[in-house]
């Protein structure tokens, strides 16, 4: 694959950023566009942090519809992952027979700075566990009144990241979607092939932190939804260093290919 590295990120994000007030706008508009339906979990003078469900299209009434939730933007200085969750909104291939839950950027406030934490400096995605900040106590609250998930997908980026990599929170050991999904992202963006990523074995751009989530001081919002509302979750990490399509690529591809090989058939 031809893509190369882009070499702006020295010590932090350096690349291109997303236009919140654009985002928002597109955002809202593919929801309406496409039959979404919006709520509002938490609100401040500046900001909405949006929530949208799609129901299922196509329910089997001798089934319960599959719950799949996905969100991006907890982390300001990852621009794809909202922009990605927009990317999906607007193409509108979510399998019919699925009810979708979709936060498309849960850190506005970061994503109009630029920056990792919220305003106050808090870094969200550290902060399931404690809950100091009004953004994820809101979201707590929120995700505490839903039903069980079948399948979550959290989407980030990584600046360090010599590739696109996911993280696999597989604890009953259900069939694995992890080679599906960074196989559908292999044609689109590299993989981080390296045998240790951020300090923990790694194989095929796939890590299966082997974890008691109780045993870690601080929780990711993944830890939060294995511990409470699924047993099957990814966190995708696209590679920050190159250009901001391909992460928006690589991203979407990693979402459709976890639906694919998950809920069949698509709308």
Known sequence: MSIQRLHRNHGGYYGETADLERLWCDVNQ????????????HRTPEFDFLAL????????????????????GIHGDEPAAPLAALRLL??????ANAEIILHPCLNPTGISLN?????????????YLDLQSAEVRAHVAWLE?????????????????????VYELNP????????AIVARVARVCPLDLSSVIEG?????GIIRPNLDPHSRPQWPEAFWLLTHKTRLSYTLEAPSDFPL???????????????ACRLLPSA
């Open 30 to 41: 593919a929801a309406r566009d496409h039959g979404w339906h919006s709520e509002y979990f």
């Open 53 to 72: 469900r799609r129901p299922a299209l196509a329910p089997d009434a001798a089934e319960v519809s599959p719950r799949v939730y996905i969100s991006a």
């Open 90 to 95: 607007q193409e509108d291939q979510w399998p």
């Open 115 to 127: 920056r990792r934490d919220n305003g106050q400096g808090i870094d969200l995605n550290r902060d």
């Open 145 to 165: 009144k839903q039903p069980r998930f079948d399948l979550c997908l959290c989407l980030h980026e990584d600046w360090e990241a010599h590739g696109f990599y």
């Open 172 to 179: 009953d050991r259900q069939p694995s979607l992890a080679e």
């Open 200 to 204: 923990r074995e790694a194989q095929g």
């Open 245 to 259: 399509a391909v992460r928006i690529n690589a991203l979407a591809a990693g979402v459709k290919a976890a639906l």
